[in-house]
């Protein structure tokens, strides 16, 4: 005999685990972007001040 089909529960399951990926896929989006701005601006002070000038 076959089970019968939850189909509500197993909805909920596809849905949660694409949800798990959306959220993975963004978190890794974003850490690419902050690697990227830290490379491009070479830690740069996000706060609007600017750096001390060199005294050379």
């Known amino acids: 005999m076959a089970r019968k089909p939850n189909y509500d529960f197993e909805r909920r ?24 701005k830290a490379e491009e601006g070479g830690d740069a002070p996000t706060d609007g001040a600017e750096p001390p000038a060199d005294k050379s």
């Not at 896929?25 to 974003?30: I, L």
Request: proline share 0%; glycine share 0%; no cysteine.
């Open 13 to 36: 399951e596809r849905e949660r685990l694409k949800a798990i990926k959306v959220a993975e896929k963004a978190e890794a989006k974003r850490a690419a972007r902050e690697r990227a």
